[in-house]
């Protein structure tokens, strides 16, 4: 036989549809039996739909769009995110055999190194479908955390796990000393354009260029 | 630098669609106002894109969802500042939804059903913040005390008095209110 007490306590199980079919006997034999838990039971039932139906009524309904462009901007920003982490992980560590290009130093002095065309923006030659590791190298006399890097690529040319992606932005720091960035490109058709990384700390930012010439 | 970046949306589309509703309901719960339910919304989402991984293995990834979202809130609730359901004025009960709320026809009714629905808000709204949201996991939303377990981590015997507590003192309210119960 269940008592007051007890019914107060299997009243929330009850609510859950979670009572099994002899505390559910037992509970309605109680009721009709005694007129305060009935009147308990109505009255927190009463309560407790009131409560949906505001639950209901306050909750806006979101374009049916919204729920798309979150998913997308999740998929991006954690993307993004993942590409961080395995960036920050090769930053700063010792310079690999590659071709070095870029050098940065102090207060965003440009100071490009190996190999360049007279105009001084260094070139790579590359077939088409052929890819190539480009270390970037950024040397710098200061620490500088909260930096951007962009980089734009020209049509024809793709980072090797940026399928599609024309602009690419990574927010990090440099250290002191050589930073290195291992950019993999991809030569998917004929081209010769400029491809540009922009590093921006701050309100300073330098633009760096590298042509690309894919026959 | 994955190849698996290639595919951004398989998988995470199809794992998380079907539960898209309950959690902008949840953000929206728990953060009480549109612009912080969506940062939060958005933000656990890509949580859990970057932990797409886990989710395929989880069995029962509805709660799973909701305890990931609740612990982000409740780690970073000075970011989802949460403003308290205070705001239920007219403006918040747009008129079509003070329609539907509605079981007749009849105007006289829409209308009182809608005043006793913003005194209810009132009253939720000086609830202290665990009997809030207690009230909102369970009465309002309808999760189970076994989900509410897993979600927060309190054993369902605590989860049953807090809510009993909530209710009794939301009744108090109610009634110094001058209004119904
Ligand atoms: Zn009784």
Redesign the interface.
Known sequence: MMNCEQL??KF??L??G?LDAADMKALSTHTEGCERCQQMVS??T???N???????????T?TATY?DE??????????K???NR??LKGFGSALAAGLAIWFFSGAFVQAPVGPGTDSGIPVITMAVEEARTVNLVFSSAVALDNATLTVNLPQGIE?????GQQEITWQTSLSVGKNLLPL?LIATMPTDATLLATLKHGEDDRTFRLRVDVS | MDPKDHQPLDGFDQLLRPHMERLYRLAWRLCGNKSEAEDLFQDVLTKIYVRLDDLADISEPATWLCRVMYNHFVDDRRKYSRQRMVIVSEAALPEQSVESLAGSDSPSDNAERADRLLRLGDALAQLSDEHHEVIQFHDIEGYKLKEIQEITGDPVGTVKSRLHRARARLREILANDGTFF
């Open positions: 107060v306590d929330d199980d609510m859950d979670s009255r927190e009463a309560l407790r009131l409560l949906q139906e505001y639950g209901d009524s306050n909750v806006p979101p729920f979150a998913l997308v901007t999740a998929a991006r920003t954690g993307r995110q993942q590409q395995s960036w980072i090797a796990g940026f399928a993999q």
